[in-house]
């Protein structure tokens, strides 16, 4: 990558530990910085800060914040709404954000969650 396209920043929400690590590992071998939060509340402070994500890995099952507060929240502040969403969660039921760039149950298929994660910030660089 060169000087003039920066590398995009990530940010991977997971109260699992090994997951968290895995994920964030599997995005900096594709090339992507990644930040990682363990709740959706750390998150949502990590959102305010600069540089702000290119794009937001979210679990949805979590403590303090879960990922569905942490989407109302996003989609509420103007900043923030347009930076994509990749769900992955092992919450089971039928999990539908219209929002979402996708939505993957873990255990991830790995060419499908990046392909997901390249097509949001294709998309979200679109629209800068």
Do not use: Y
């Not at 990530?10 to 590992?25: K, Q, R, T």
């Amino acid at each position: 990558m060169n000087l003039e396209d920066p590398r995009s920043r990530i940010l991977v929400v997971d109260d699992n530990v090994d997951a968290l690590n895995s994920m964030s590992e599997i995005l900096e071998s594709e090339g992507f910085d990644t930040a990682c939060a363990l709740d959706g509340q750390e998150a949502w402070e990590l959102m305010h800060r600069e540089p702000t994500p290119d794009l937001v890995v979210l679990d949805l099952m979590m403590p303090k914040m879960d990922g569905w507060t942490f989407r109302m929240h996003q989609r509420r502040d103007p900043k923030l709404a347009a930076i994509p969403i990749v769900v992955v969660s092992a919450f089971s039921a039928n999990v539908i954000d219209e929002d979402a760039e996708a939505v993957f149950s873990k255990p991830v298929n790995l060419p499908e969650f990046i392909e997901a994660v390249k097509r949001g910030l294709a998309r979200h660089r679109a629209s800068e």
